[in-house]
């Protein structure tokens, strides 16, 4: 890896707030949201650092593993099929031996191609229609963990953490030079949370009970329209960026907020997407139960009190309903501006660092602007 050099711009760039509230303040989310809301979205983003242990690599990926498993779409990993249709980790955090989900990744580009003109001058390709997303290959956690650790090695030279800052400014780097290649599985539907048995659970279950028999009529119109979702990070960027490490929560403020994320070697993040998995029947009060029954599961906290999206019949993928993201080094997502301008949570379960970049609302048309000129050369419309 040698030195790196740390551009005058990324290391000038604030970080984004960070709150750290009580066991009192994390009861209530939408209160607690509403207190931060003002401080927080001067940057349109910051980071929640809950009161509580952070479970283990074994307890997320078991948590995900029956997730995956309950959606038959996404396949199964035959080469591990045993006795039984479940999947079991050893103490490490390997595979059993018995079956095991999988999942599809995306193949994305880092870099662009360039075309040198008179004078030696090297002028990057017009990137206007260019292909953003490639269809990848079916992974099992541990074969695409495999696969995100060697990749980091061979990019990095070390299998030490390196710091978010020096990532960002190799990422940087390599976005101006030769393309290589990296994986993402992005809108994953399931979870790595544990299904709440809490109060939070079952009033959830009862309010499900009394909105379905008043909207089963058209719920099949809701279901039309509100499929599509939103994804797991986002947020929008001005001046802010900020790296959550394992078991921390990134609050993106919207009001036409835009951001971008990108990613360290391997990363289990989740937002506001698609409800699957029972939880690893971890003992009661250990860090996986503490996080599964919190108000902050992801699976439960859009039906919180306070929350508009609770009078929602249906659960809708990436608004009542969580999705996960699973990246290596250098995969990342693009700007954008949260579906209905709602805020996001994401919630970083378990490997290294994944940064956000952020604009706050109030200058998000004054940055599609400037994209749009100085990214595109203004080949393309005024959003």
Known sequence: MGNVEIPNWLEGLPLAPEFRPTDTEFSDPIAYI?????????????KIIPPLPKPSKKYVFSNLNKSLLKRPELGLDNSSLGVGNSWKMGADGSNGGVSRAVFTTRQQEVGQNVKKTKGG????????????????????????????KSFARSILGTSKDVSPLVVEAMFWKAASEKPIYVEYANDVPGSAFGESQGQFYHSHRRQRKRTYYKSRVDSSVCKE????????????????????????????????ATTMSTSTPIEVSQSSKEKSSDADNDLQGTAGWKLSNSPWNLQVVARASGSLTRFMPDDIPGVTSPMIYIGMLFSWFAWHVEDHELHS???????????????????????????RTEGYGGDIDQL
Request: proline share 3%; net charge negative.
């Open 34 to 46: 509403s207190k931060i809301e003002k401080e927080a979205s001067n940057f349109g983003i910051c």
């Open 121 to 148: 001058v090297q002028k990057p390709l017009s990137c206007v229609h260019k292909q953003v997303w490639q269809s990848g290959e079916v992974y099992t956690l541990e074969q695409f963990e495999a696969k995100s």
């Open 225 to 256: 329209t509100e499929m599509g979702g939103v994804k797991d990070t986002q947020n929008d960027e001005s001046n802010g960026v900020t790296a959550p490490s394992n078991g921390e929560s990134c609050l993106e403020m919207s009001k036409s």
């Open 345 to 371: 949570l994401n919630f970083h379960h378990t490997g290294s660092s994944k940064t956000w970049y952020s604009v706050p609302g109030n200058y998000a048309f004054a940055f599609e602007e400037v994209i």
